[in-house]
Structures are given as C-alpha cells and as structure tokens.
C-alpha cells in the first residue's frame, strides 16, 4: 500500500472515532430509556381486529394501537366501529372491547407476593368484558361508571355504558369463568353507597334512578338476544385470556430476572465506588497501607526508615551458593 493511501486510511479512522465514542453512550442511554419503559407497563395488547388508540398522559394525539403493544397507567383506550380489542395486563386479568367502547387505566399495582395490589379501571362509554385475575384475589379491583362503581371479587363480567345522551340504562351482568367458578360484583354509588351485589351466573343488575332520584340496582332476566351477544363477547374474552395470559406470566418472569440481576450488582458497585476498594485514592486499605510501620517509605513492615526520595544504598553482594 502507498504511503499517500496509508494515511487516508488512518485519516478516515481517526475521523470516525469520535462518532463511534459518542454512539455508544446513546446507545446506552436509550437502552435505559427502553429498561424503565418497560418496568412502567401494566398491560399489553393480545388480540387486535379492526382499529383502536391510545390516549396517553404524555400525549395529546391518540396513537394507533398493534398486538404485543405496551400498556401504562392512565391510557385512555378506544376502539373504532366493527373493531375489538383485547387487553391482558400484569397479573393476567384480561379485558376485550367491543366496538366503539371506551376505558381508562386508572390505576394498576401488582407484585407478587404485595400488600398493596389494587387496579381501578373506567368505562366509558360502549361494552367491556373482563376476568378478573390475581388483583381481584389479592387486593382491591373496582371498575368506575359514569354512575357507579363495581367492587370485583375474582369472576367474569360484561359491563355495559351507553353512549351519553342515547338511550338505554348502564347495566352490570355477571357471568362464569371458563372453569365454570362463580364470583361475585358488589355494586356501589358515586358516594359510596352500596346498591347491591350479584352472587349468581348469568345475573344484571340495570342501573336507574330510583325514589327521590337515588341511583338503584335493579335486578332483571337477561333476554335471551342479549345472552346471545354476551356469549360471542365472552367467547372473544376467553381467546384474548389465553393469549395474553403466558405474556403476562413472562413478563413478570422477566422483571424478577432484572429485579435479582440488580440486587447482585449493588454490592459490585459499592465495592468498586466505596472506601474499602484498594484502587480508589483514599481509600482504606491504601490508607491502612500507610498508616503500617514503614508504610509508605518503606514496603517492607518493621524495616528501617528511608526518607521520602533518598536513592536506595546498594547492598553486600550475594553469592549464589550463600543464598
């Protein structure tokens, strides 16, 4: 190779180290970025037909939603005409969608094993179907309505909220899980009051002003084409359960792998930043190291004294066979 081309080559090199230096601390900071996303999301989307959004905290515009995407506290999910959306968060409940619904994650806390395990969800407007999973039996899971609000004690149900200004009543119905178990909806006012509570399969409540224009639950035979319905949207409920239920168990999976990888680096990372590490300046072995007899004038403990930059003197020669 020419001399001339020898130092293009080392010229072009040097040229693209600095971008190489500044590429890998991006990099870094964006899988970080990525790390604490991750460790935000409460849910993700199992099953997907037609088209839905999500409103976020963050965001003003709604974006488009696709299967396996994340779900956070406080998205604000819509589905469009002729479209479902199934939805499984962290601690397997499952809820789908029917077209033109509306809901709200309010709040979401799971850990297993936790004390503090609550999720509160809103409907809106439209048909959500959910099975309540390990929230419900551990902690505290509501689902808020423009009128009222379900206390969810581990089961299968469809809410229904009709669009403001059109007609027809909310109603709350409760259903069996796919294993046949029963649970149970307790059913409060905005204030607080408890209105009653469904016990049974296949049980409603229609929610309506009562005496004195007091909300009540009122109790009522589900028609038979509306358990028709109800059947096709527990049907959809049940697929997005079993899909998105393995997703949910590994992602857990995952977060305890990170959460354990984590702990094991702590102790690393205060052993290569605290005082007891003997190649940071000041720390306690190098200080102990000069506070020994000799140290820090002479290596070898109880030896004389040899004033800081005084030369060595040259020591008697010894023979080989005297060693």
């Given at each position: 190779?020419?001399?001339r081309?020898l130092?293009?080559?080392?010229?072009?090199?040097?040229?693209?180290?600095?971008?190489?230096v500044?590429?890998?601390?991006?990099?870094?900071?964006?899988?970080a970025?990525a790390d604490q996303?991750a460790?935000g999301?409460v849910?993700?989307?199992s099953?997907?037909q037609?088209a839905a959004?999500?409103t976020?905290a963050s965001?003003?515009?709604?974006?488009a939603?696709?299967?396996?995407d994340?779900i956070f506290?406080?998205?604000?999910?819509?589905?469009?005409a002729?479209?479902t959306?199934?939805?499984?968060f962290?601690?397997?409940?499952?809820?789908?969608?029917?077209p033109n619904t509306?809901i709200?994650?309010d709040?979401?806390?799971?850990?297993?094993g936790?004390?503090?395990?609550?999720?509160?969800?809103t409907?809106t407007?439209g048909?959500?179907?959910?099975?309540?999973?390990?929230v419900?039996?551990t902690?505290?899971m509501k689902i808020a309505?423009?009128?009222?609000?379900?206390?969810?004690r581990g089961t299968?149900?469809v809410?229904?909220?009709p669009?403001?200004g059109?007609?027809g009543?909310p109603?709350i119905k409760l259903?069996?899980?796919a294993?046949g178990?029963?649970?149970?909806i307790?059913?409060?006012?905005?204030q607080?009051?408890?209105?009653?509570?469904?016990?049974?399969?296949?049980s409603?409540?229609a929610?309506r002003?009562g005496a004195?224009?007091?909300l009540a639950?009122?109790?009522?035979q589900i028609?038979?084409q509306?358990?028709?319905?109800?059947?096709?949207?527990?049907q959809?409920?049940?697929?997005?359960?079993s899909?998105?239920?393995?997703q949910?168990i590994?992602?857990r999976q995952v977060?305890?792998?990170?959460r354990?990888?984590r702990e094991r680096?702590?102790p690393r990372?205060?052993?290569?930043?605290?005082?007891n590490?003997?190649?940071q300046?000041?720390g306690?072995r190098?200080?102990?190291?000069?506070?020994?007899?000799?140290?820090g004038l002479?290596?070898?403990?109880g030896?004389?004294l040899?004033?800081?930059g005084?030369?060595r003197?040259?020591?008697?020669i010894?023979?080989k066979?005297?060693?």
């Open positions: 190779m020419k001399r081309e130092i293009t080559l080392f010229g072009g090199a040097a040229a693209l180290w600095p971008l190489a500044l590429v890998r601390p991006f990099t870094a900071r964006a899988q970025q996303a460790e999301q849910g993700q989307v099953t997907l037609g959004t999500v976020r965001a003003a515009a709604a974006i939603l696709q299967v396996n994340p506290k406080n998205d604000a999910l819509q589905t469009a002729n479209a959306l199934g939805i499984t962290d601690d397997e409940t499952t809820f789908s969608l029917s509306r709200v994650v709040e979401f806390v799971y850990q297993e936790g004390g503090a395990n609550a999720a509160v969800f409907v407007t048909t959500a179907a959910f099975v309540a999973s390990l419900a039996q902690g505290d309505t423009p009128t009222a609000s379900l206390g969810i299968t149900g809410v229904d909220v669009t403001q059109a007609a009543e109603r259903y069996a899980d294993d178990h029963i649970g149970r307790e059913v409060f006012d905005r607080g009051g408890r209105l009653g509570a469904l016990t049974q399969g296949a409603a409540f929610l002003a004195g224009g007091r639950a009122v109790p009522f028609p038979p509306e358990a028709a319905r109800d059947r096709g949207v527990l959809r409920l049940f697929v997005s359960h899909i998105g239920r393995p949910a590994q992602r977060r305890e792998r990170n354990q990888l680096n702590q990372e205060r052993n290569r930043q605290g005082p590490n003997p190649r300046p000041g306690e190098q200080q102990n190291f000069q506070n020994r007899p000799g140290g002479n290596p070898h403990p030896g004389p040899r004033p800081q005084q030369p003197r040259p020591g008697p010894r023979r066979q005297d060693r």
